[in-house]
C-alpha cells in the first residue's frame, strides 16, 4: 500500500456500497431511485435466552435484514457464527439481492445471523436456538414462503434447515404451502437433489465458461478450457471443497488447497479425496503425503497459479495482497473476499475477477427450484422421465432400422434415458450460469467495462431493479 493511499474501509457494508456506486455512476438513473436500490428495506434485531444443557440461561443476539422487497419473497441464507453484526448481514443481504437479479432469480434478497460460537455447543443446544429464531422470525412476519425463505448459510447446513420447517410447520396456518418457507432442507423433507453442491457446481459451470472465451483468456495470458489449469482453492466448506471437486472433474489441477488449520501445496497436483480423509482422521489439512506445508494458511492466496478460488470468509483479498496475487483469474466462490480497493489493484494487473454476486449464485439458483418444487408438489422428473425415455427409444428404434443394426442395451440405456430430478437441476442451473455469462460479458463489453465483471454485474442488476421499480411508476 502507498503511504498516499487512503485507509481502506474495512466493512462489507462500505465495500458493497462501493461497488454498488461505481456502476450506479454508469447509469442515468434518477438518484433517489439508486438510493431506493441500495438501501436495505429493513433489519430486525432480535434478542432471546435459551437454556444451556447445564441448566444455565445464555442470551443470543440475532438479526435478519430484508434488503429488497422489488420482488418477494425475500432470499437468503442464515450465519451461524461468533463474529457476525447487523451492518455484515446488511451488507450480505445486499449481496442476495443483486445476486438473484444478476441470474434472474425472482427474489429480493435477505440475510439472517446468529452470533454464536457454533463449535462450542452441542445439537440440542442448536436445534433449540435455531428453533426459537425461527418462531421469532415468524412473529414479526419475516419467514413464509412468499415472504422470506432462509436457506443455509456459513455455519448452518441441512440439519438446521430442518428445524427451521418443523417450527413453522407447527405454528402455521397455511399447511399447504408450508415447505417452501425455507430451502436447503434435507431431501426427505422436501428439500431438492442438488442443492448440497449447487454453490460449487455453479463455480465450476461460471469458471468453465468464463475459460471458454478464448479472447478473454488472451487477454490475460492463458489458453483457453478449465482442462489443465492449476487451481487454488481457499476454504473447504460446503462451497469450497464442491467446487474444488467439480473444477478437478472438469480436468484442472488443484495445487494448492487452505483451510483454517493451515494451507498445503503441490506442483504436480493434490489428490482432493485423499487430502479430505486425511482432515476427517487427522482434523487437519496439514501433514497429507506427498504435500508442502505452508507456514502460514493466508499464503494459499499468493501460490503461483492459474486459478484462485476464494471459498471462506470475505475480505481475504485486500490492499495487503492484492499485488502479491499471483493468479491470473480470481473466482470468488464466498460472499465478498475481495475488497474494493483490492479488486481495483487486481483490474491494473490484469486479473479476471469472476465476482461473487454472479460465480456464487448456484446456491440461490437451486433454492429457486426447490421453492417451486416445494410449491408444485411435484418431483422434478417425476411427469416427464418416462415418457421421454420412451421417447427416445421409439427414436433409436427408428435410427437402429435405417441402419440396419439393433443398438446394444447399454447403448440405448446411455442414450434414451429420461431425466431425474438431478439432472434437471444441474441443467437448470448450467444453463442459468451460462445465460448469465453472457449477458454481463455482452453489457461490460457494451459499457467499455472490458474484463471489470463487478462492474458489469452490479450494472446489471440494477437495470434490472430499476426497471421493477419503472414498471410500478414509482419512478419516472
Ligand atoms: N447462503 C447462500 C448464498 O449466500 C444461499 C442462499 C439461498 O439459497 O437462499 O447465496
Redesign the pocket.
Known sequence: MSPAAAPEPTSLLEQVDQAFEKAAALTSYPRGLLGQIRRCNGVYRITFPFKRDDGSIEIVQAWRAEHSHHKLPT???IRYAEIVDEDEISA?AAL?TY?CAIVDVPFGGAKGGVRIPVQSYSAAELERITRRYAYELYKKNFIGPGIG?P???YGTGEREMAWIVDTYQSITADKLSSLACV??KPVPLGGIRGRREA?GLGVMFGLREACSVAEDMKAIGLSAGLEGKRVVVQGLGNVGSHAARFVRDAGAILVGLAEREGAIHAEGGLDLDRVLAHRSETGSILGVPGATDLPRTDLALELDCDILVPAALENQITVENAAKIRARIVAEAA?GPTTAAAHEILLGRNVLVLPDVYL??G??TV?YFEWVKNLSHVRFGRLEKRYEQQSHQRLLHGIGAFLGRDFTPGEVEAMARGPDEEDIVRSGLEETMIRAYSELRTLGLRAGLGLDLRKASMLSAIHKIARCYEDLGIFP
Open positions: 432470499k437468503g441464507g450480505l442476495m445476486k425463505v436457506a443455509p448459510d430451502t436447503g454453490t460472499n456464487g449464485a446456491g440461490v433454492s
